[in-house]
């Protein structure tokens, strides 16, 4: 990627930290993987999202937004915030204009995606509820067309793409991994006694702690993300969903090399150096400090689980199928009971995600949808 290779030579020190990289590798104007048009989500892209497993994903997350819209006294808007190619979007008001019609016809769909490329196909497969869903570039042009923001704000595997800085422990301090360009003219690493203030803060603060010779990230990008989200949204809950670790699981052997991976075809490539502009790379969010940065700004966290119990807490199962004798394995209601099953599953890729849902001036949570008729408690609900 020719973008990068000009930015390290043009570097005082030859060489960028892995955060700018990445986010050159991802987000250049021109030359990023997000920005060319190109599928990148699906069989025919590079990885898939739960989204892609089923619309009972979007249905399930509709009839849990419509249980907080419906029982709290706050504004029928929900903002999706990295929304790919729509699919979890129109899934979810697919399920409002069937089965929540009066929410529905008040309901105001705000998404802000990134991709032009992404925000083109989402104008054709929204097109049967366009007079609902706003598209909007970035959060700033959202936030200028809505100030203040009350409702529902939801991302989906968003902050697992912020750039980020990897560390190595290394006794007492920590080495920052940068990137240069090899005597082969091919992209490498340096090590680099970290003198980043501002990163080191973080990690420090919020974790984890490593053992020597291991190596993690650190997301200043999610930092501010939590300080816009928490300046924006005056009434309502900000959920998201997303693949982490906690400090412990940061700290484990196995994770000796950090989580930083690529993925490209549906495969998992270890050096996320290799293909710059040509595939995905992302980096498991830092759930402990996710969940510490919205309690600094002063959020209410009702819900932190993984994904599969908070689909079973929210409903998914009111949307299983008794097959009729006609129906084959591959019938749409094989299919959708194949779904359920997967995205609940305890084995998996399932059990890396994570759904955490922070609120803030709401009173009525002990009546949403999610808590009502469940017998078993969710952790850390009294």
């Known amino acids: 990627m020719e973008a990068i290779h000009k930015l390290i030579r043009n570097s005082g020190r030859k060489q960028i930290s892995f955060a700018r990289f990445m986010e050159e590798a991802l987000y250049h104007e021109t030359e990023g993987y997000y920005t060319k048009e190109k ?27 419509a249980g907080v819209l419906n029982t709290e006294n ?70 200028e067309a809505v100030p203040v923001f009350e409702g529902v704000l939801f991302s989906n595997e968003l902050l697992d793409a912020f750039p980020v800085h990897v560390l190595e422990k290394y006794g007492e301090s920590y080495l920052e991994i940068f990137v240069t360009v090899g005597a082969d003219n ?40 939590v300080k816009s989200v928490s300046r924006w949204l005056r009434k309502g809950i900000a959920v998201t969903v997303d693949y982490g670790y906690t400090n412990e699981e940061l700290a484990a052997p196995e994770l000796k090399e950090g989580s930083v991976r690529g993925y490209r075809s549906h495969q998992i490539v270890p050096d996320p150096l290799l293909y710059p502009g040509k595939m995905d790379i992302t980096a ?20 932190n689980t993984r994904q599969g119990r908070f689909l079973h807490h929210a409903g998914i199962f009111d949307f299983l199928k008794q097959p009729e004798v ?11 009971n194949r779904a359920i099953q997967n995205l ?39």
């Open 39 to 65: 599928t990148k989500i699906g069989t025919e892209g590079d990885f898939y999202t739960s989204s892609h497993v089923h619309p009972v994903f979007g249905w399930t997350f509709g009839q849990f937004f």
């Open 326 to 336: 006609t129906d084959g394995p591959f019938s749409e209601t094989f299919r959708l």
């Open 74 to 143: 706050i504004a029928p808007v929900i903002c999706e915030w990295g929304a790919g190619d729509g699919r979890f979007a129109e899934a979810v008001l697919d399920y409002l204009q069937r089965s929540e019609p009066e929410l529905y016809s008040d309901i105001s769909y705000l998404v802000i995606e990134k991709s032009r490329s992404h925000r083109e196909v989402m104008k054709d497969r929204l097109s049967d509820h366009r007079k609902h869903v706003r598209l909007f570039e970035d959060f700033v042009s959202c936030s």
């Open 186 to 225: 091919k992209l490498a690493e340096v090590k680099t006694v970290c003198d980043n203030t501002e990163i080191l803060d973080l990690i420090n603060m919020y974790g984890p702690e490593l053992p020597d010779g291991h190596r993690t990230e650190v997301s200043p990008g999610v930092k501010r993300w």
């Open 284 to 303: 498991h969010v830092h759930w402990d400090a996710l969940r510490a940065l919205f309690l600094k700004e002063q959020f209410v966290e009702f819900i």
């Open 344 to 382: 609940t599953s305890l084995s998996g890729t399932a059990t890396a995600f994570w759904v955490n849902v922070q609120s803030r001036g709401l009173h009525r949570t002990g009546d949403w949808h999610f808590y009502r008729e469940k017998e078993e408690k969710v952790p850390g609900r009294k």
